[in-house]
């Protein structure tokens, strides 16, 4: 089996803790980057995969990533959205499957 792509959403209060969060994230995705391709952030949250609206995470420079850790705020942003039961919205769960 190939590499496969990975995906990172932030969710819920934007604070540095949470960009940690995704220094740390980017960090092990390139580490084991012989097992995953690229790492795509979601803008805003899950809803930046609802949308199509990806980050891809490699064309940051390890210093940028590196600086997350003390970067106040949500850098790829957040959102509080819910998403349904799958048997209530196959459709979400369907495009997400396509998106990523």
Same mark, same amino acid.
């Given at each position: 089996m190939g590499k496969r792509n990975a995906f990172y959403a932030q969710s819920g209060g934007v604070t540095s803790v949470i960009n940690a969060s995704a220094s740390?994230? %980017? $960090?092990?995705?390139?580490?084991?980057?012989?097992? #995953?391709?690229? +790492?795509?952030?979601?803008?805003?949250?899950?809803?930046?995969?609802?949308?199509?609206?990806? %980050? $891809?995470?490699?064309?940051?420079?390890?210093?940028? #990533?590196?600086? +997350?850790k003390h970067t106040p705020g949500g850098a790829f942003g957040s959102c509080r959205y819910k998403m349904k039961d799958i048997q209530d919205s196959n459709v979400e769960y369907e495009r997400l499957d396509r998106s990523l």
């Open positions: 740390g994230v %980017i $960090d092990a995705c390139r580490a084991n980057s012989d097992k #995953i391709g690229t +790492l795509y952030a979601g803008k805003n949250g899950i809803i930046g995969a609802l949308h199509e609206e990806l %980050i $891809d995470t490699s064309l940051e420079s390890p210093a940028d #990533i590196s600086a +997350l």
